[in-house]
């Protein structure tokens, strides 16, 4: 009998050994399954190929083709990654809609003996439990965000909390971005295996404590923040890391250290700036980059422009906002911003 999964609760249960994803490269790098090994049974051309046969010529003479080319490429995944599973292994094997391809695999599969099961409904009924998890009712429990101008170290602080007995969801961590325009660390995932991640991260909480949250714009990098937890994000209190100018920019100094590292993206992202300032700010920016002056760069770019938006935004905030004061984000001093942090989070 297939799998069938009522709750994205439902997979953290499972006991298989590894999720096989059996749909064409492109689909998988789209979005799959936590964890899942993408072994396609039809890459990208196959499947195309196979496509137009079914709609130009017959449903028959695609099923033909299409069951050759399953059986050549699953003799190579299990001639090759799978050559090493043992008698006793037990997958979980996804297509698209829980069909032939997933089927067909997990036949030859189990006629080699391996405990395989298939998932109902494919990756189509997984997307629409993830769905429901990102969109649907109200948050599972009480949101804290955790506010402060650029460079406050706010994600580093974040962090340190899980062990400090603190549930939080890392949403720079999830997107793979930093959250402003300096902030790319490299490829994003897409929208959709964004929101599966989080959909992980919110069934992973428990509802009887609060969940803390960096306060982020609506995209981080591209990927948007999907509408169950902006919407809390929007009514939840907020904690302020209010710390000197001069703390902050040695701190983005030591942060970036991968932008400074490389001039010419340095440049380009400066440039990026140029609808939103006077040339001469741009090109005062741009000497100093030039010059390795960066420690003064990010204090000229956090009061010229991130302040000013920081500042805008929270003019339109109606929620608490209770600060909390620092003198140093020092590597040394950030455990003692998070043991504060805590604390005032076990206390409200």
């Avoid at 039809?42 to 069951?67: C, H, M, N, W």
């Avoid at 101008?149 to 997107?175: F, H």
């Avoid at 932008?259 to 440039?271: E, Q, V």
Wanted: glycine share 8%.
């Amino acid at each position: 009998m297939p799998v069938i999964l009522n709750a994205i609760s439902d997979l953290r249960a499972q006991d298989f050994d590894e999720i096989i994803d059996v749909r064409a490269p492109s689909e998988f790098a789209d979005d799959h399954l936590p964890g899942a090994l993408s072994l396609p049974v039809l890459d990208d051309a196959e499947r195309a190929r196979v496509g137009t046969i079914y709609k130009q010529v017959s449903p028959f003479d695609a099923r033909k083709i299409g069951a050759a080319l399953v059986a050549r490429n699953a003799a190579k995944h299990i001639e090759g990654p799978l050559a090493d599973r043992p008698g006793g292994w037990h997958p979980l094997v996804y297509c698209w809609r829980g069909g032939q391809r997933s089927g067909s695999f997990a036949t030859i599969l189990g006629q080699i003996g391996w405990r395989v099961e298939t998932l109902q409904g494919g990756y189509k009924a997984w997307r629409k439990l993830v769905l429901s998890a990102v969109t649907e009712g109200a948050f599972p429990c009480p949101v804290i965000l955790l506010d402060g101008n650029t460079g406050s170290a706010k994600t580093e602080v974040l962090n340190l909390l899980p062990a400090r007995g603190v549930q939080v969801i890392d949403l720079e961590g999830l997107a793979q971005h930093r959250g402003s325009l300096f902030g790319a660390t490299g490829p994003q995932p897409g929208q959709r295996q964004f929101e599966c991640r989080l959909a992980m991260a919110i069934d992973a909480l428990d509802p009887a404590r609060p969940v803390v949250v960096e306060a982020e714009s609506a995209k981080i990098g591209d990927c948007r923040i999907p509408p169950r937890l902006w919407h809390a994000m929007h009514r939840a209190p907020r904690i302020e890391v209010a710390a000197p100018r001069a703390e902050r920019a040695a701190y983005l100094t030591r942060a970036y250290a991968d932008m400074t590292a490389d001039p010419a993206r340095l440049a380009t992202t400066i440039d990026a700036l140029r609808a939103f300032h006077a040339q001469a700010d741009i090109e005062a920016w741009q000497a100093m980059a030039a010059t390795g002056a960066f420690t003064s760069l990010a204090q000229a770019l956090m009061q010229a422009h991130y302040d000013p938006r920081y500042e805008k935004h929270r003019r339109r905030v109606e929620v608490p906002v209770t600060p909390l004061a620092v003198d140093s984000l020092s590597p040394a001093a950030l455990p003692g911003i998070a043991d504060r942090l805590a604390e005032m989070i076990r206390t409200r």
